[in-house]
């Protein structure tokens, strides 16, 4: 078989072409799976890889820690079918593999500027292992000039060969991991015409929806855009939903009056476009540009997760309750957002546990944190969804309550029951965008 750098579509047309060629898939995140998914469905070999030791043990039992179940249930088909493996040696699944895939971002930590360490140290890793006529694409969201700059240089110094010559680089990051491959659009970008040829042939055997950019920095910013011009959506969304509790009015009726039924347009405290946004941020700092609108829409959703709190509050004391006599189960994604409703709390001195089957307790820094549904709302005063996870869908509510201290509050941060199924079911109801059922 030619190089991945030289290969014609013809030479992928088949399973059984596309099952000679393996790929590393460094990062087992949202988009990491995503890509693994995609790659593998298309018969290609596919090797996860990450840096931390838990998540590679639950990935290779088909789980992962982000917890959907159509997701862990087509992972877990291709690792049954021999068509992705996991492994946690890094350099091991990168020396066996034609083309590496990295999809991982910088780490932010609160107020802090976005942490490129872990990620640098990643490439340093990658490079150190690379073979000659391999493909490597950067398939996360990028600050300017990461790419050119930074992974470029990284990867050159620690193999010793020279992009466009011995190896490819592209950029193609997956802006929604909520879409099937067939309806995936995806950007590229290269550093080269030859990484660019190799990028966009390999990435059409899992879309036809591939638009190709001829600049590497004009590819980043439109991605950063991308990010901010849904975060800015949500802050837009989160303000009309607290318009519609001050009214009295239900927020989900309105938006299906006007035939809005998109996932975006739900008030939510929980951001998947948060580290793009301050990746935007920063380096518009840099640039000693203000982006009023993007930084405005920042704090809006950041006040969300403090109504969020205050909305928990007004569901308690219509039970009768404070925070320091009542035990909350929290039920969701606890990213970085969750973490600071948790926090804040139990700062109030509520009793909080959270139920989270993926999470890991050694990174939180709350109190409690249970993988079973029972142990966590046995005994609470009120539960609070956090994220719209389909396993919630199909909670028995009356069963629910009935291992609760009566009254009991439901607290839906999502948008993800109707007000009326709760209070049928004996709860009092709040939620953003409608408030508390008890005002």
Do not use: W
């Amino acid at each position: 078989m030619p190089s991945i750098l030289d290969l014609n579509p013809i030479e992928l047309d088949t399973d059984q072409k596309r099952s000679k060629i393996k790929i590393a898939i460094v990062g087992c995140g949202q988009k990491g799976i995503f890509f693994a998914n995609a790659f593998a469905d298309v018969s290609f070999k596919v090797i996860c890889t990450d840096a931390d030791a838990s998540i590679v043990k639950k990935t290779a039992k088909g789980k992962t820690m982000f917890s959907v179940p159509e997701v862990d249930a087509k992972l877990k088909s291709n690792i049954v079918k021999d068509k992705i493996s996991v492994t946690s040696d890094l350099k091991k699944a990168v020396a066996q593999s034609d083309i590496i895939v990295i999809a991982i971002t910088a780490k932010v930590e609160g107020q802090k500027k976005n942490d490129y360490f872990s990620l640098v140290n990643t490439c340093k890793q990658i490079g150190a292992a690379l073979r000659q006529g391999v493909l490597v694409i950067y398939g996360s969201v990028s600050g300017l000039g990461f790419i050119e700059c930074t992974i470029k240089e990284l990867l050159e110094n620690t193999s010793g060969f020279k992009v466009g010559k011995d190896f490819g680089l592209a950029y193609s990051p997956i802006l929604n991991t909520a879409v099937s491959s067939e309806t995936l659009m995806l950007q590229v970008a290269a550093t080269d015409p030859i990484s660019l040829r190799a990028a966009t042939t390999i990435l059409k055997t899992i879309t036809n929806h591939i638009q190709e950019i001829g600049d590497l920095k004009t590819a980043e910013t439109a991605a950063l855009f991308a990010a901010a011009k849904q975060y800015t959506a949500t802050a837009l969304t989160n303000e009309l939903a607290m318009f519609c509790e001050k009214a009295n009015i239900d927020y989900f009726k309105v938006l299906e009056i006007i035939s809005l039924n998109d996932p975006s347009f739900r008030p939510s405290i929980t951001e998947e476009e948060n580290k793009e946004t301050k990746l935007l941020l920063d380096f518009a700092e840099n640039l000693n540009v203000k982006l009023k609108l993007v930084a405005l829409a920042k704090q809006i959703n950041e006040d969300m997760i403090k109504h969020a709190v205050n909305l928990t509050n007004e569901g308690l004391r219509s039970c009768g309750k404070t925070f320091r006599r009542s035990k909350i189960s929290v039920l969701g994604n606890l990213n970085q957002d969750g973490s600071k409703f948790v926090k804040l709390l139990e700062k109030k001195g509520a009793n909080v546990v959270a139920y989270n089957p993926t999470a890991k307790k050694k990174a939180r820094d709350f109190k409690s944190i249970k993988t079973n549904l029972i142990d966590s709302i046995e005994g609470a005063d009120c539960i609070v969804i956090l994220s719209d996870k389909g396993q919630f869908h199909h909670f028995n509510l009356r069963k629910l309550k009935a291992m609760m201290k009566s009254p009991a509050a439901l607290i839906d941060l999502v948008g993800l029951f109707e007000p009326v199924q709760i209070n049928t079911e004996g709860f009092v109801y709040a939620g953003l965008g409608r408030g508390t059922d008890q005002k």
